[in-house]
């Protein structure tokens, strides 16, 4: 069930916990649908994971099945310490990874324009772009250069692609925002 994968995967609920209560259709709907995929596998035997505590505590909520947590396994270079940031050093918001088209990055100028009055022209910001396509650099580069001036911090930098674990983990780890389209 089409509507069935695209839910389970996102929050239900917005706020906290004491504000679930208030949003029934939600609720409702999200429950509706859990009833209907599980009813469809009577004889097995299905154990239900969420991410994190707090997704899991929304879907038990729903009173369908029971949820437990299975944090994502996160490789222990990536949660190395990292030097602390001065308030004046830029917000340094990654697309980091392979840029294959299904990943969006068509959008990227579309938000490169719509940061770039307060945080990018003004060194706020800096997208940290890893990528070999020419034709998406060049995209940018041509969006930049027709938006106009810019403070000395470069509003975009082009990391290698592709890097050792190693230096990818650095790379992650100097990042502020990880930027999924």
Known sequence: ???????VIRDIFEGRDLDYP?????????REILRHALA???EHHIHLYCT?????????????APFHTLPYPV???FLLPTPPKSSSDSVRIACLGHSRREKGYRELPIVVRKLWNDHL??????????????DLMRALDSTVSDLGPHSATPPIVY???PLDLERYAELVRSSDIGLLL
Do not use: I
């Not at 208030?22 to 999200?30: P, V």
């Not at 022209?121 to 020419?134: C, D, E, N, P, W």
């Open 1 to 7: 069930d089409p509507a069935f994968n695209a839910s």
């Open 22 to 30: 208030e949003q029934r259709s939600g609720r409702e709907l999200m």
């Open 40 to 42: 469809r596998a009577p």
């Open 52 to 64: 994190t505590r707090e997704l899991s505590a929304q879907y038990e909520y729903l009173d369908v």
């Open 75 to 77: 490789h222990p270079l």
């Open 121 to 134: 022209s003004k060194g706020r910001a800096q997208l940290v772009m890893q990528t070999r396509r020419r």
């Open 159 to 161: 990391a290698p692609f």
